[in-house]
């Protein structure tokens, strides 16, 4: 097969995958910023990527995970199946307030980590005797899933001279 076609191929297998990751996430992680850890002369470095998202359900807190990214030429017509290291850290960034009910181990995000079957979610939980969020990041595979995890919590502090809401007053029974 020649070089073009296979080329042609891959872009439209991008193309493809590309949408799909869009379609299973509901909302977009906004990139901060990528560190290279390794150097590769023809093809794009393996990064460290650290991206930000608003929990879509309780307005007033953000997380940032960083996860790796592989370059070489899978990275590069992302073919690569990712790691499943990961990190994350949640803060409360302004009142806290819930637009509805939830349970706990919610997912709140999620982002394919790899074409087939991998994918990298955060989940919600809270903890009525602290009145904290906890979130959790981790990837999961069809067959064989990763123990590897991060948490971070947020406690619900009050915001100027808004009170802090009980996330226990939220969570479905």
């Avoid at 977009?28 to 929990?55: C, H, M, W």
């Avoid at 807190?61 to 990275?75: I, L, Q, S, W, Y």
């Avoid at 394919?112 to 994918?119: A, G, N, Q, V």
């Amino acid at each position: 097969m020649r070089f073009a076609t296979v080329l042609a191929r891959a872009t439209v297998a991008i193309m493809l995958f590309s949408g799909l990751t869009v379609a299973v996430s509901a909302q977009e992680a906004d990139l901060v910023f990528k560190k290279s850890t390794t150097f590769n002369l023809l093809t794009p470095n393996n990064k460290l990527a650290t991206y930000g998202i608003d929990d879509p359900l309780v307005q007033g807190v953000a997380c940032h995970f960083t996860v790796p990214e592989k370059g070489g030429v899978k990275g590069f017509f992302g073919l690569a199946e990712e790691l499943s290291d990961a990190s994350l850290a949640c803060r409360q960034i302004g009142p806290v307030t819930f637009k509805g009910k939830f349970e706990q181990g919610d997912e709140m995000f999620r982002q394919r980590r790899s074409i087939f079957f991998k994918k990298m979610r955060i989940v919600r939980g809270c903890d009525t005797k602290r009145n904290v969020l906890v979130y959790l990041i981790y990837t999961d595979k069809l067959i064989d899933g990763s123990p590897k995890n991060s948490t971070s919590t947020v406690p619900i502090m009050p915001w100027g001279t808004t009170v802090a809401p009980k996330c226990a007053d939220f969570l479905e029974k």
